[in-house]
């Protein structure tokens, strides 16, 4: 019933050691801006929070006023990297015997803060309230602990995409991630402390407790103690993973000898938990004990959850506390439970950040007045030590004392992201194309081709910074960080989640922020821009004096051959490193020929026939050719034909891609070389948005709310997502409730070979919804 | 054993019983009689069947259909749980002297032995207090005795069969429990019988209708404690239990099954738990060496579960009053005991009670969960696990009554834990 464990001398069997060093600079970072705190000490755990501010370096691009003599150069524009402030939520968690160690530390680094209380829930608040304030100077101010792991619960599961999982031993994944709802109510959470409390939630602040039970963690912990004189609830967990339960319980087959056919149970079900130990004259081991102790308990919690969630029509089960706690012993035997009781009718849901729900809470609780939830927020994968970094069963190298600390960190997004509305099922749709987790080979490959091409990043992000002498330490710590976080995805692809290509390449881009390298492509996109601006009239001109049919054609032949020039693919940043020249008109040369490896291009030439569409959406890939000669004459074509254009880009630098602030100068200066591009932007039939992303996938349902207005407001018609970030590692299978073209050429030989095509081959795939009928359907 | 039980064939035709003048009870459960199945004369069994028959044409005259299908004695109905056998013994009382003359010595061996010891060996035990005097049974006057033993003793049980020659009276065992199918071969190869094994649910609900219904004078059958939430007022109270349906059937013998019963043949079963009277015994032993259920109540009934529980308001002080939990709530069943000093402070007589509160409540808490999913109000506990066990039984009460504030009732029945057994002597007598 209770949801927590109280700190008493025994559960925190380890004394207070003053001498416990922290580990350096990793832990309380940003601490000098910290402001706001809330604690959340449960049982064995201390889980800190402190919302702080992050200064880093965004590279920002300003037009350079040609009308003055002042430019000294050719550039478009310049480069100038500026100081931004960001909100930033750090989450630590730590075994309470660091408790004094950490409020010590926190009272020596915090520098200025005006806050004067601190929030705290949990069973331990209460008992450390005194050694806080004393140590901290600030008022603890205790709040209700379900209430706050509601509110936590609420908020992981909005702003963490993947947060919950289904855990399935013995198979090749056994974290399944799942896709989270775009509405996440109704659900159950059962959180399993010391007992176990069963808690409907019907809306961020409607929720009630419909239940519980006496026999929860306490239970196992308390009489496990005292069969099997072993103290630690870990080392219970140890002895249970070990145990045969069946010498101690009473199976149906030992009192059928076999099974109990006409009731369908099979004879390995226990009939009677404890039911053979009923007897003086016959020892048990405490391996066995254990076993079936924790059987019993996860047995009676899964049927008392599954009867709740059937009386209350619920689905969706969450289940939590240091019962759970991303142990794979009690998820095992909690999933098989549940099974086993509702007939696999619902499913046992766990969160990567259970140990977290209540310090979030407990924050948000005092950061009402700043109104979090308007925000959105997403992990940071640099700051995160991610799923299991700490559990003893996963990583027994990491018991070192560092590795008792657990981070997450959560970025404060510029903008609140939503649902692109055109999606056909916003609730099943999943943006990537390949799960790593379950496809081992291709994550091999992936993880080596990324840890290959650490050292090309790490020499672009030095090259970006010629002025920063420091800039190559930097570097090597960004090196360091992430080959890192490669090696923990190698043994636990779970760690942040959904392990996929987009994912790889987010964690590389929150690391290379981490180290000050805000845009390590920003010379070379301004290069390329430079000297594609150059061949815009030219190319322009001589797609004029091809026919409407050789030019459709020529267009969209245009758009691929741009897509090559592409940094973030490995195969071509050889070639453009070693070849410079690589032109435009090679790389036309390089694509391959019709039949694409995908290719609908004669059911999109059809369409062309027909009238022009409304508006269009367009996401776009890289700078220079691929934006400037590839897309921009595609674009002006659309809107020459009647259909207003929205061209969405990265909000931040993501590789090479072209980024809003880019985009907004190019346009600009394309619109003055060319009347059509003029007249449009004027007329505000071509208007430019940013995607909200700083990835050089997309995830389109996580995209700026503002964009979805403009979506909405234009009636959006055509949806165009180009290149393989957004269009084939993503989004590739998304179903959208309008017409589709998803363009991308395979620069990567690779997932060529995966997808039945070579180096270069062309995916092109127009796609009308199996709902129009204003053209024959064309479903994959 | 073909040719065994030929012989024993030939020794017990003339013993057979003869019918009686017994008229039918109005107490005998109504469309009981019915004829054998066909396959009776296949079996063994079946040589006795119509050797019966044959010696029941000499009292043609005043045979009725009840006498034709009446076993010969003994009528045992047999209940073979996961830790107690449960034996029911019809003792004829109206035997005629004729009769007795005709008996074999073994049949009337078996009845002193029964009838004339409380205990046998060293495990057995009569329940003298829940014995029916007095009962038409199938057109026989007689008393029901009631007889459990440790279900691992069974092998001595089947000895003792053996060697009174238990299988040359041709009577028909009919068995129910798991231990009916897990045993079967040791009673064919120990002790020459053939079971009959029947299904213990089936058996179970039969049994309870039955005695509910024959059970008229002394305690009442059915009961249910008056003011369950207040320990000063909370008295023993009779409960007839008329219009039985829906009804749910909570059997608590070593593992837990619930029953949603509709009729006498429909019902279904809800759902069950493993955490049961074995449970409760299992971890007693282990946590406080004792070795039986009787030791394991004696001393919970002395202990204090508060020290071993930690209870809502040893977290909170005092109620959680946002989730309405009073401060008296267990919040987590041996939650004390992750303290060392607690650990050690705490004597067997508490840990055995929270033992026993903390299965107790567990069930309570199911079965209301159940009872509100399947809208039943009513709801009958049964089993072994409520012997002599009024602690659990005052909890159950208390459980159902405070938590569905009144809205459900839990009844309690004399005969606990034999009415699978019942079940089983009855499809001896009226197979079904």
Known sequence: MAEFVRVDSSTSSHTMDKSITLPPDEIFRNLENAKRFAIDIGGSLTKLAYYSTVQHKVAKVRSFDHTSKEATNDNLYEISVQEEVTARLHFIKFENAYIETCLDFIKDHLVNTDTKVIKATGGGAHKFKELIERKLGLKVDKEDEMTCLIKGCNFVLRNIPHEAFVFAKHTESEYRFQTTQPDIFPYLLVNIGSGVSIVKVESEDKFERIGGSSIGGGTFWGLGALLTKTKRFDELLQLASKGQHTSVDMLVKDIYGGSYGSLGLTGDLIASSFGKSATADKEFSKEDMAKSLLHMISNDIGQL????????????????????????????????????????????????HEGYLGAIGAFLKGAEEDNPNQYSWGENYAGSSGLMSVSPDMNPMQRARSGTFDMLEMDRLERKLVNLPLLQDASSYIPDTVDLIEDAPAREYWLFCFEEALDGVVKRAVASQPDMPEAAERAEKFRQKYRHKLQTLRHQPFAYGSLTVRSLLDTREHCLNEFNFPDPYCKIKQQENDMALKYYQKAVKALDGLSWEQRQFALVRGVLAGNVFDWGAKAVSDVLESDPEFGFE????QLEERPWLVDSYDQWFERLKGPPHKCALFFVDNSGVDIILGVMPFVRELLSRGTEVVLASNSSPALNDVTNGELQILTESIAAMDPVIQSSLEEDRLILVQSGSSSPCLDLSRLDKVLAMVVRERNIDLVIIEGMGRAIHTNYYAMLSCESLKMAVIK?????????????????????????HLSAALTP | MASNGHQRDDESIDEDETPTKQPRSDREMPGCFRNEPDNEAASPAGRATSQRQTSNSTARLRSDSVKKTRPPFPWFGMDIGGTLVKLVY????????????????????????LTSNIAYGKTGIRDVHLELQDLTLCGRKGNLHFIRFPTHDLPAFLQMARSKHFSSLHTTLCATGGGAYKFEADFRTMADL????????????????????????GPSECYYFENPTDPERCIQKPYTLENPYPLLLVNIGSGVSILAVYSETNYKRVTGTSLGGGTFLGLCCLLTGCSSFEEALEMASEGESTKVDKLVRDIYGGDYERFGLPGW???????????????????????????LVSITNNIGSITRMCALNENIERVVFVGNFL??????????????????????????????????????????????
């Open chain 1, 305 to 352: 959850a599954c009867l709740y969630a059937k009386m209350h029509n619920l689905s969706r089960v969450y289940f939590g506390g240091f019962f759970i706690r991303g142990h794979p012993v009690t998820m095992h035997t909690i999933t098989y439970s549940i099974n086993f009781f509702t007939k696999g009718e619902v499913q046992a849901l766990f969160l990567r």
């Open chain 1, 586 to 589: 090679q790389a036309k040369r």
């Open chain 1, 748 to 772: 990567n030989s690779w997932l060529a070979d995966r997808l039945g095509g070579k180096l270069f081959s062309v995916v092109f795939k127009y796609e009308v919804p199996i709902t129009d």
């Open chain 2, 90 to 113: 019809f003792e004829p009382k109206d035997i005629t002297a004729e009769e007795e003359q005709e008996e074999v010595e073994n049949l009337k061996s078996i009845r002193r032995y």
């Open chain 2, 194 to 217: 053939q079971l009959h094994k029947l299904d213990e649910l089936d058996c179970l609900i039969r049994g309870v209708l039955y005695i509910d219904s024959v059970v008229s004078s």
């Open chain 2, 329 to 355: 709530a267990v919040a987590s069943s041996f939650g004390n005991m992750v303290s060392k000093e607690k650990r050690e402070t705490v004597s067997k007589e508490d840990l055995a009670r929270a033992t």
């Open chain 2, 387 to 432: 012997r002599v066990n009024t602690l659990s039984m005052k909890l159950l009460a208390y459980a159902m009554d405070y938590w569905s504030k009144g809205q459900l009732k839990a009844l309690f029945l004399q005969h606990e834990g034999y009415f699978g057994a019942v079940g089983a002597l009855l499809e001896l007598l009226h197979p079904s």
